[in-house]
């Protein structure tokens, strides 16, 4: 057998817990950006209004600081296979500290140092080390494993956002903090014991991607969608629980519009990473990029221009569908138009420009929202933000056609890509 019955759960958990904690960094946002937070002494008053600086939190803690390492690291993953438990271990302590030394915190400063760049670090070791292993496992059923992977995350990213505003109100920030660490590291800990190495294959190339790279306009061109995509995929689900109150929801009831956002992609996940495998990764990759840009443009818009509470309900339920379709189909994408020869190599470079999209992105978005006191915060406030995610997402789809049309020139064309 290839694979072992074992290993099959070990990105699905990494992205349950990982994964699922950042994606409820929403809810960290709307918080300290709160009043509350501010009695509590976690954070100054004069920082709650600087949201780029608090979106900056959770970007860092997405990992995007390893990522933009990648183009160095992965070319020699898979040398380094057989360090991969000590690897997510690593991450495993430093999320751990990162969240437990966060619950200190008196100031912006030391939550950017904490829960910011110490638990980004290692996130980062985490899920930029074990999701580009996994079609290596799975070569015919590639997308419906990246679909469990990201359906995992997307339900955690449920769990934790209900979760982590629950404890806000019966525990505190700080004593909250303390009990997610310990979370993590228990749930982390099974990832690192469970993590297996790259398959071994006769012919890879293990440098670092050249500038003659450059000159393949299908690397090219993948490299700006691998830009635009992180710099706004996750700006929704990052500023969602702020537009929520923006529109006059209660903050519970904001924590639970994200986890309803991510309760619809945990299945949409799946779905989509079947559909993958029967209509190709690329398609599949195209349609979900026009939905997320349509939706972005017409319904989020509206909805903030208008103060249209059903129209927001039914952007959090298209972007749920959707959101996922990145991360379940990309590393297949590249695979299939690299082959397992140059796919560490040519994925370092794309995973490095993904890493500095992630960490960039949303605080861009926040700083486009209008700086007004969180109580006097409205729909229209967030207009910049929306088209600036629209806009970037309509960039990335068109890439993407491109590259459709190019490797049909290449390769012929096929229904199935």
Same mark, same amino acid.
């Given at each position: 057998m290839i694979l072992g019955e074992h290993s099959i759960g070990k990105v699905p958990d990494a992205a349950l817990t990982v994964r699922g904690q950042t994606q409820s960094y929403g809810v960290f946002l709307a918080h300290y950006s709160s009043h509350k937070a501010v009695e509590e002494g976690i954070i100054s008053l004069k920082d709650t209004d600087v949201r780029a600086k608090l979106a900056i939190i959770g970007t860092l803690g997405t990992g995007g600081l390893v990522g933009v390492s990648s183009f160095i690291y992965y070319p020699y993953l =898979? &040398? +380094?296979g057989r360090y991969v438990k000590t690897i997510c271990m690593l991450g495993t302590v430093l999320i751990t500290i990162g969240l437990a030394t966060a619950a200190a915190s008196r100031n912006v400063w030391h939550l950017l140092a904490t829960?910011?760049?110490v638990f980004g670090l290692g996130a980062g070791l985490i899920v930029f080390t074990l999701p580009p292993i996994l079609p290596e496992y799975f070569d015919r059923h590639g997308g419906l494993a990246q679909g469990a992977t990201a359906a995992a995350a997307s339900a955690g990213g449920a769990v934790f956002s209900i979760a982590t505003e629950k404890l806000f109100e019966s525990i505190g920030t700080r004593k909250s903090l303390i009990v997610l660490a310990g979370i993590n590291f228990l749930m982390c800990s099974l990832v690192s014991a469970l993590a297996e190495p790259p398959r071994k294959y006769e012919k890879r190339i293990r440098s670092i991607a050249t500038w003659r790279a450059f000159t393949n306009p299908v690397f090219s061109l993948l490299l700006v969608v691998n830009l635009m995509q992180p710099l706004v995929f996750a700006v929704p689900a990052m500023l969602g629980p702020?537009? &929520?109150?923006? +529109?006059g929801y209660g903050p519970g009831?904001?924590?639970? $519009? $994200?986890a309803i956002n991510s309760a619809v992609g945990a299945p949409s996940r799946v779905i989509l990473g079947f559909l993958a495998d029967i209509f190709g990764h690329l398609n599949i990759l195209m349609v979900g990029t026009a939905v997320f840009a349509f939706s972005t443009l017409t319904l989020w818009l509206s909805s903030a221009i208008t103060q249209n509470k059903v129209l927001w309900i039914l952007f959090i339920v298209a972007y749920g569908v959707v959101?996922?379709?990145f991360i379940t189909t990309m590393n297949s994408v590249q695979k299939k138009l690299f082959g397992n020869e140059l796919y560490y190599s040519y994925s370092g470079a794309i995973t490095t420009v993904r890493g500095i999209g992630s960490i960039v992105g949303v605080p861009i978005a926040g700083a486009l929202i209008s700086q007004v006191d969180d109580s006097r915060?409205?729909?229209h406030h967030f207009t910049? =933000?929306?088209v600036y995610v629209g806009s970037l997402v309509m960039v990335s789809l068109i890439c993407l056609v491109a590259i459709r049309i190019l490797d049909a020139i290449k390769t012929g064309w096929k229904l199935k890509r």
């Open positions: =898979p &040398s +380094l829960q910011g760049f702020e537009f &929520s109150k923006a +529109l009831f904001a924590a639970i $519009l $994200l959101s996922g379709c915060l409205k729909g910049r =933000p929306i």
